[in-house]
């Protein structure tokens, strides 16, 4: 007989302890703000688009979570309306273009750096269980890249779950692939909104999850026809006093203040060649949720060479029955190529920057188109007019054979089936969520599945 006597194995409490939270580490999001009776989300948007998608997944959220929620952080209009009280003006992030830039940019950094840092306070008294950020990758990656640091430094336990929603565009720009790996450093899971971005993600360490394009949302919310002879495109039409038989055009310059200040004049101008050969011609100006820009466009009005209706922002249905009626639509890009396409309208995208950050597109870019269609569907289905290319002569002669060219606007209306597609997740990507919440109960949306796995997530 072998006797095994009893041995009294003791461990360092150093490591009990770390084990203990290894344990504690794998519980979910929502399981671990059981504890605290709620969760505590701080998330942050710098743009129009991401504001508009913060305010979708806050709504998620609420929705299906099972504890009450609290939010805090920064956004715009949309977010505040779904209970954020913005830490600073939601605009003082948003930028473009590196030479345009410049000249500002002292007084710039110097606010970025500001902003930043009251936003890492911020986050830091909060103590939230998630972080969300929301496209806006500049700022966006530092905020979680200092967050974490600061967790770390301070020996924290229980530091929040970093989710960055909107990829960045690694796809688009020589190299973007490689430096995909740094993002496993600070972010826990990355949203993508993109096919085939998931799988590259996840080929270079970093967590990830299709959910769909945020369009997705106005086609859920709404039904994406062509509206013109429907009751809704009646209406619209009767509201604003237009004539039936009017040539009816959605211009959309853009969300932020540079780009519109640079794209509306030229708009103006290829507008203003297009009165002769359409003397009923009625322009639909769609204005972001941007008060700079709800101001600039508001004082451009006086010389605009057109009659001209107003769109304001904050109603998708109102939106979708102004593209009901128009017969095209001439934009900026950017989201808004993939809301027309989705639309059935016929566009236009146009796009203009500074001498230096067009060459520095030029010689970057890996792809030959900018609008989103046609990099998917890899085809020139929706022209663009672009660089030296995007001038008032040129963007008239496209639209009126956007007008009068069954052919040509028939091959967009076309392409939208197969584009609608591409946005949306398989049932084999949604199936391998690991449902805490009943998402069936819910119809399936990009932010409801986002939420989704939020709620569920365990971090190891």
């Not at 041995?7 to 605290?36: G, H, W, Y």
């Not at 001038?391 to 040509?408: F, H, K």
């Not at 049932?427 to 805490?436: A, I, N, P, T």
Request: hydrophobic share 40%.
């Amino acid at each position: 007989m072998i006797r095994v006597s009893k041995m009294k194995i003791c461990f360092p409490l150093s490591t009990l302890t770390q084990r203990f939270s290894t344990l504690q580490a794998t519980k979910s999001v929502i399981d671990k703000a059981a504890v605290d009776g709620e969760l505590r989300v701080f998330i942050v948007a710098g743009e129009v688009s991401g504001d508009n998608i913060g305010s979708r997944l806050m709504s998620s959220l609420k929705n299906l979570s099972p504890l009450p929620l609290r939010f805090h952080g920064v956004g715009g209009s949309m977010m505040c309306k779904q209970g954020l009280t913005s830490l600073f003006p939601m605009e003082d992030l948003s930028v473009m273009g590196l030479w345009e830039l410049l000249p500002h940019l002292y007084k710039f950094l110097l606010g970025l750096q500001v902003n930043l840092k009251e936003t890492i306070d911020a986050a830091s008294k909060f103590k939230p269980h998630v972080v969300v950020t929301v496209d806006s990758k500049g700022f966006s990656f530092r905020l979680l890249k200092e967050l974490r640091v600061r967790y770390n430094e301070q020996h924290l336990g229980n530091s929040p779950v970093h989710f960055h929603y909107v990829a960045p565009s690694f796809w688009a720009w020589k190299g973007g692939e490689s430096r995909l790996g740094a993002l496993s450093e600070f972010v826990d899971h990355l949203f993508c909104i993109l096919p085939n971005e998931e799988r590259v993600c996840r080929e270079h360490g970093v967590e990830a999850t299709f959910v769909g394009h945020p369009v997705l949302e106005d086609s859920s919310e709404i039904n994406l026809v062509r509206k013109i002879c429907t009751p809704q495109g009646l209406s619209f039409l009767s509201k604003n006093s237009l004539p039936s038989d009017s040539t009816v055009v959605s211009v959309l310059p853009g969300s932020r203040l540079q780009e519109v200040e640079r794209m509306l004049p030229i708009f103006s101008k290829a507008i203003k060649l297009l009165k002769d050969p359409f003397p009923k011609l009625v322009t639909l100006i769609h204005v972001a949720s941007n008060s700079q820009v709800d101001h600039y466009i508001g004082k451009y009005l006086r010389e605009w060479p057109v009659p001209a209706i107003l769109v304001p922002s904050g109603s998708t249905q109102l939106k979708y029955d102004a593209f009901g009626v128009s017969q095209a639509a001439l934009c900026t890009s950017g989201t808004v190529a993939v809301e027309l396409q989705l639309a059935r309208l016929p566009s236009l995208v146009a796009y203009r920057a500074h001498i230096l950050t067009e060459l520095f597109i030029r010689y970057k870019a890996k792809i030959p188109y900018i609008s989103l269609p046609n990099i998917l569907l890899d085809s020139p289905i929706i022209p663009e007019a672009l660089f030296r290319a995007c001038n008032p002569s040129n963007l008239a002669l496209i639209l009126e054979r956007l007008l009068l060219d069954e052919e040509m606007r028939e091959k967009q209306v076309v392409a939208a089936e197969k584009l609608a597609q591409l946005l949306h997740p398989s049932e084999g990507g949604m199936s391998k969520l690991v449902h805490y919440t009943d998402l069936d109960s819910h119809r399936y949306t990009p932010s409801n599945l986002a939420a989704s796995t939020i709620l569920s997530y365990a971090k190891l």
